[in-house]
Structures are given as structure tokens and as C-alpha cells.
């Protein structure tokens, strides 16, 4: 097992990386203030590793548990309220901790009902998917979905710690592991570009779920994400740049209907689309570019936006995203491999152009 820290002061947590650690109650223990626990979990992931999970704990704390449907599309106020429901009925106070056991969904849900239920109560990250583990359990923003806007209505509430055990991943559909890889290559574009040369020299055992190649990937994606957390936790500056690809993903996941797309899917063909617009403005080459459709590619992620979205689909989604200000779209661009910045000064014209994009790229066709 592996042990990293997000440094945040007092609000500081441990993400514990290794294969079966769901039910080592020792690592829980420390991070339970109260009597009372609550697992968060779906139908999808409660009849894999619930029953792992409520072992190591009964007997030591009162354990409940709501099982959610599963999927972005219930990714809403009203399932939000499930929850709620759950810690009234049971009489949960506000000593006690919720786990969410699953993807990023039930992260984002279980953190938000944590900073809401009076006021705020604890909770654990316990991530079972690729993409939960290397980026949405890691730094604490929970959200609900809009279906105006993705992650529009939420807060900032940290984890008390983060549980990434590495073996939920051999009962990762194939889909979905493409969808986390998509969120590992971001970290190596933004931030890391050794760790960028590792994926394009690394995708294929990848791919094939080898255990080494997939702690190491973790490992470094959260080590990326937790010093970007640390230097700005409620993204006022540096955080904004782990958004690459996001603004047009978003449009994309909006647009098609939550669920539709896969989250790491949708980001996957932003982060294209958003280096090509930094191609089209002198910052990559378009040989970079080209590597990088090849990279995703390689993952099985779509580097082709959906067929029925126009231009005009695209900017009027993206004028409903967080990152807005003062009705200007602000993008996450690409200075260099492994460097990124912040712009609101994005030529139209240049947007445009990547948004109807048909080249020898093959962005959408």
C-alpha cells in the first residue's frame, strides 16, 4: 500500500493506494469521529463490494446503508434526497460519517449530502472506478447535475481520507477504464509531461489492466492532483487548469443527456478539440496534436464530437459552464506539453474553427 497526503492545513487527509483495502477496517477507524455510518452506494457496485465493505465495520459503529440507481442521469437533486432521507430515518446525527462506495457519481453525491446534512459531517472516499480513484475523489468538490449544467449546483467539502483499492478495477467494464485514462493523460498534459512520455511509452499494459502499470498511473495522478489542491483548494487560479478539455466535454455530456456520454469520454475528445484550438493559435504543433489523437485512440476514447451538435450547440452550452465570467468562456489551453494556463481571451474566430473542425486531424469526422 501506498500512502500520499493532501497538504490543506488542517483539513489535511491521506489517500491509502493498494490492492484489497476495502475491508481492512483499520484504515476506516481512524477516520469515523462518531457512532453512526452510512454507506452511499449503487446497484451496480453494492452487490460487489457492499457486503466487504459493512463487515469490516459492523459491529464497531451503527452501519446503514442507501443503495442509489446507477448512472450520471441520477446525478440529481432528487436522488440527492434519497440520501437524506436515509440519515432522518435512521436518526444519523452530526457525529456521524458517510462512505461512498463507487464511481464519481456517488462521490459527488455522498460529499455534497455530507456538506449539507447539518451543515456538514464527515465522509470517506472509498473510489471503485479508474476515473473516481485518479481524479473526482481527490479535493474535495461535490456537486449535483443541472439539466441546464453539469456539476452547477454543489460545494467544496473535503474527505476525511480517500480508499483507492486497485483490485475494484478488475470488475471495471472496458469502457470505463478508457473513461478514467482519459482523466490519467490530462494530469500528463497539464502539469507532467515526463509522466506523459510514460503513457504514450505504457498505454498498451494499460490497457490490458496490468496491476503494476495501473498503481503507478494512479500513484501519479493523484500525487499531481493533490499539489495542485494544495496551492488552491476552491480554484481561484491553478485548479481551474485540471478543467483541460472540460468546458467542451461538459457541452458535450449536457447536450447528448447525462449519461449519454461517459464523463472521461466526453473529456477525452475536449482535450482534442482544446489542443487543436491551441494548435490553430501558435502554442502546439500539429504534429502534437496528431500524438495526442493517437494516444487516445490507443485508450478506445472517441476523438469524434457527436454528429448532431452544431457550432452554435457547442456555444451556448459553454456559456453555462463554472469557469464563466462576466459572460466571457474561459478555456484550459496548452502552452506546451505539461504546461497549461488559463485563458478568457480566446479568439472567436479561432473557436469556431476548431468547434467545425473536418481536417486531417479527423476531430469530428
Given at each position: 500500500m ?71 442521469a ?143 498511473a ?24 485540471l ?6 466535454g ?47 485512440l ?35 489551453l ?15 474566430a ?6 467545425t ?9
Open positions: 501506498q500512502t500520499l497526503q493532501v497538504a490543506l492545513g488542517d483539513r489535511s487527509y491521506p489517500i491509502y493506494i493498494g490492492s484489497q483495502l476495502l475491508g481492512q477496517r483499520a484504515l476506516y477507524e481512524p477516520h469515523i469521529k462518531g457512532k453512526q455510518v452510512l454507506i452511499v452506494t449503487n446497484t451496480t457496485v453494492a452487490p460487489l463490494y457492499l457486503d466487504v465493505v459493512k463487515q469490516a465495520l459492523v459491529g464497531h459503529w451503527q452501519v446503514d446503508e442507501v443503495i442509489l440507481p446507477d448512472g450520471e441520477y446525478k440529481t437533486l432528487d436522488t440527492l434526497n434519497l440520501i437524506f432521507d436515509a440519515l432522518l430515518s435512521k436518526q444519523h446525527n452530526r457525529t456521524t460519517t458517510l462512505i461512498a462506495l463507487g464511481g464519481g457519481v456517488i462521490g459527488d453525491m455522498t460529499g455534497f449530502a455530507a456538506a449539507a446534512y447539518q451543515r456538514g459531517v464527515n465522509f470517506i472516499q472509498v473510489p471503485t472506478t479508474l476515473l473516481s480513484q485518479v481524479d473526482s475523489s481527490v479535493g474535495g468538490k461535490t456537486a449535483v447535475n443541472h439539466p441546464l449544467g453539469k456539476n452547477m449546483i454543489g460545494a467544496f467539502h473535503q474527505p476525511q481520507c480517500v480508499i483507492a483499492d486497485t483490485h475494484t478495477l478488475t470488475t471495471l467494464p472496458p469502457r470505463e477504464l478508457s473513461a478514467g485514462i482519459a482523466e490519467v493523460i490530462k494530469y500528463g498534459l497539464i502539469c507532467d509531461a515526463p509522466f506523459y512520455q510514460w503513457l504514450q511509452d505504457n498505454m498498451s499494459s494499460l490497457m490490458a489492466g496490468e496491476q503494476s502499470a495501473l498503481v503507478y494512479i500513484e501519479r495522478s493523484c500525487h499531481d492532483k493533490a499539489l495542485i489542491v494544495a496551492q488552491d483548494e476552491t480554484e481561484s487560479g491553478v485548479r481551474a487548469t478543467n483541460l478539455g472540460h468546458t467542451f461538459h457541452a458535450i455530456e449536457a447536450h447528448q443527456g447525462y449519461g449519454e456520454w461517459l464523463h472521461g469520454e466526453a473529456v477525452a475528445t475536449g482535450m482534442l478539440m482544446a489542443a487543436d484550438l491551441c494548435a490553430r493559435m501558435g502554442k502546439l504543433r500539429a504534429e502534437q496534436v496528431a500524438a495526442l489523437r493517437s494516444l487516445l490507443q485508450a478506445n476514447l472517441p476523438v469524434v464530437g457527436p454528429s448532431d451538435m452544431t457550432v452554435d450547440d457547442y456555444l451556448s452550452r459553454m456559456q453555462v459552464d463554472k469557469k464563466v465570467l462576466d459572460g466571457r468562456i474561459r478555456l484550459v496548452l502552452s506546451a506539453i505539461g504546461e497549461s494556463f488559463v485563458s478568457s481571451d480566446v479568439p472567436l479561432l473557436l469556431q474553427e476548431t468547434l473542425a473536418a481536417d486531417a486531424l479527423g476531430l469530428f469526422h
